[in-house]
Each structure stands twice: as C-alpha cells, then as structure tokens.
C-alpha cells in the first residue's frame, strides 16, 4: 500500500506530500528545480512527494510563502495525517492485532461484577478500550509477558492465560494500593511484628482483618484482598513500590481458613527475604523461592518440634488436633490443613473445623 494514501475499510489517510506533488505538476517542472524555488535538498522533496517524510515547520514555512497557502494549514494536513494513520493503526490493533487474543483470555464478566464498567453488552473492541482504561496501558500485550519483578503465589505452574490474569490482577492490586502510604517496608520491624500477626489466627475476620492491615500497614506493607480473576490461579503476589512501601496481594481463591494464613505468612515470607522476583514462574530459582517460603510459613504457624512430637503420637481425632491447636494458640485449620498437606489425613476430614474467609479491601 502507498504511504501516500493509507485506508483500512472505510478509514483513508492522505499524505500532505500528494498536494506537494499537485504544486510541482502546477509549476510544470522537476522535482530538482522545485526543490531549488523552495530552498530545500532534492532528496526533501522526493521524501515529501513519496510520503517518506512528514511536512516539518520549516518546510511548511517555505511552503507558505511559496504557494500562499499558510504555514497552519500545511501543519494541519501532516497533523490530520498522521492521527488519521495513528487510528487506522489502533483499528487494526483493535479488530487484528495480538490484544483480541489476550482479551479473550480475560473474563470481562469480572470487571462489571466488580463495578469497573457499566453492566450492559460490550463488543471486542469496546472491551479492549476500557481493559486498557482500568488497567493504565496503551496495550494490553504488556500483561502477556512474566513479571518477574514480581513475586507470585501460585498453585500450579504458569500458562501463558494465567500469566495474563495474574498480571491483570496485579494491577488491578497495584492501582488499590500505590498511594495509601509512603512509609518504606521496615523488614526489621515486619519481623518483630510477627508473633502479632499470628495471634489473629484465632479471631473472626471482623476483627483480625483490621488488625492485620494496620499491623502491615505500619511496617510498609499495603495488604489488597481482591475477588479472584478467573483463570489467574493465584493465591497470592508482593511487589516493591517505587517510594520503597511493598504490596501484598491476596485473592479469595479458595480462601479457606488455613489456605488465607498459610498465604500471608508464605508471601510475608518473601518480604522479609526481600525476595520480590519470580525468575520466570517456571524455573528453578522460582521453585526454590517458593519453598523457602513455603517452609517459613509452615514454622511460623507450628513450631517444628511442635509438631514433630504432636505427629509422633498418631492421635489425629477432631478432638486431638483441638486440644493440640489451644496448646499452641492456632486456629485449628491451620493444624487440619497441615496434616492434610503432609498426607496424615485426608482432605475431606473433619472440614467442620475450616472457616471461609471473604475479605475483600
């Protein structure tokens, strides 16, 4: 197609270099001798006829006073040229481009549920232009690459759709939380909030959520629970703020009693590592991140020796993993789940003891 004439269904962009074009033919000379009237290099001109180049305020100015049509009005013909070809670009983008596939991975039920948009019908198009909007990008292929600035809990291993909507969950986190606070993460301080923050384990949300935030809150750490993103598989992510506070991100996937404290303490876990990097979701360096915050969690809810000896005496009736759970000051969950993680019982075992959180900020 000429750079000259750009269309794309019923959209068409004229290069101003055609009306450069007209004026030679009017002068009925060369692109050299035209070149010399109007002071510029011949390879300008040929630039301008071939809509190689666009109409600089120089040139325009030379244009002016050479044909009496004003320096705005040349301006304003390479202006409406190139927004012209910037929509016929978006178009495109729009109905071809590589955003329609990273849309359709995105559960746009989600967004109306949440109060993001209206609830009414939305065409593809429409649908990208308002994910762009809530999400702060120019394009939504930004979300399709692995953050690894970023530290995800996730339950399973990374697919290019929950890669996008962990990203978008993210965001949507990070949009929640970058301005509630300027206070820099203080580990020190996180670290010695730390038998606090497990005290909560054994009062209703109500209570310990509040509590918890402004535990968090007070050391740097902004904590966003957010409805989980379909697809996204995640649990949980931390991320550094440029003005040195950090996030916390939990979603209420599966936010059964002992999953929620498992997942704060397995993410608050990182930050005290300052481990806010996930290599490539994948690799090995992920993997080991993982589990060491994995094993931080597990001691931090039950002492080791704890539980080495509450295991060593096999009783695991309802009323054992009670009485063992008051023993240590934990909500009973947290001692079901960990056998059940540890394969001593099975998951459909005593689910009386679980309470379901739905703490959403």
């Known amino acids: 197609m000429s750079k000259k004439i750009v269309e794309y269904k019923d959209l ?17 000379v060369t692109q050299k001798e035209f070149a010399e009237r109007l002071g510029v ?10 809509a190689e180049e666009s109409i600089s305020k120089e040139t325009a100015h030379k244009l002016a006073k050479l044909s009496g049509v004003s320096m ?9 040229y190139d927004v012209k070809v910037a929509e016929i670009v ?42 762009r909007k809530i999400l702060g990008v120019a394009s939504l292929e930004k979300f399709s690459s692995f953050n690894n600035q970023v530290s995800y809990r996730n339950t399973r291993e990374f697919t290019t759709k929950s890669i996008v909507n962990s990203n978008v969950m993210l965001e949507l986190a990070s949009k929640k939380a970058r301005d509630t606070t300027t206070t820099k993460l203080n580990r020190r301080k996180l670290e010695r909030s730390l038998p606090a ?10 209570i310990f959520y509040p509590k918890l935030k402004e535990i968090l809150l007070d050391c740097g750490v902004v904590l966003v629970g957010l409805p989980a993103l379909p697809n996204a598989n995640l649990n ?51 993997r080991r991140s993982e589990e060491r915050a994995d094993q931080f969690a597990k001691d931090l809810l039950i002492g080791p020796e704890d539980y080495q000896a509450f295991v060593e005496k096999g009783n695991f009736d309802k009323s054992d993993i009670l009485d063992f759970a008051e023993k240590i000051d934990i909500h009973p969950s947290v001692v079901l789940g960990r056998l059940q993680n540890d394969g001593i019982l099975s998951f459909d075992r005593y689910r009386e003891l679980k309470e379901s959180y739905y703490l959403v900020s």
Not at 41 to 50: A, I, P
Not at 72 to 80: E, F, K, M
């Open 236 to 286: 949980g992510a931390t991320k550094k703020f440029g003005n040195g506070s950090a996030l916390l991100l939990l979603t209420d996937r599966n936010k059964v009693s002992d999953i929620f404290w498992f997942s704060l303490f397995h993410e608050i876990g990182h930050v005290l590592e300052n481990d806010f990097s996930s290599d490539d979701g994948n690799g090995e360096s992920y």
């Open 90 to 131: 978006e178009q495109k983008e729009l109905e071809e481009g590589s955003e329609k596939e990273i849309c359709e991975m995105i559960d746009f039920k989600y967004f109306k549920a949440e109060g993001y948009v209206p609830d009414k019908r939305y065409t593809l198009k429409e649908k990208i232009v308002e994910l």
């Open 197 to 206: 923050l497990r005290d909560l384990t054994r009062l209703s949300p109500d």
């Open 41 to 50: 290099s011949s390879k300008t001109v040929s630039k301008l006829v071939n």
């Open 72 to 80: 705005q009005t040349w301006l304003n013909l390479q202006n409406a």
């Open 12 to 28: 068409i962009a004229f290069h101003p270099g055609q009306y450069v074009g007209e004026l030679i033919e009017d002068y009925n």
